[in-house]
């Protein structure tokens, strides 16, 4: 397999979601990401089968649940 970008630009992630945390925010203590893309892939790492959405906090960006979703 390999881990090079294919023709949609999409990266090949195969590591662990947490590699893609750059730190904890000091405002509210969640983890915090980069870029708006990394929060999303973060999520689907660590909550399969669950909706997060991105949230922009600062520069940096956190995932939270949707709530009011079928379970």
Request: with cysteine.
């Amino acid at each position: 397999m390999s881990h090079a970008r294919d023709k949609s630009g999409i990266r090949d992630f195969a590591g662990p979601p947490q590699q893609l945390m750059v730190g904890i925010c000091p405002r509210d203590g969640k983890a915090s990401f980069l870029t708006r893309r990394d929060a999303k892939r973060a999520a689907r790492g660590m909550f399969p089968g669950q909706h997060h959405r991105p949230v922009r906090c600062g520069d940096r960006w956190h995932f939270q649940r949707i709530w009011g979703e079928s379970r």
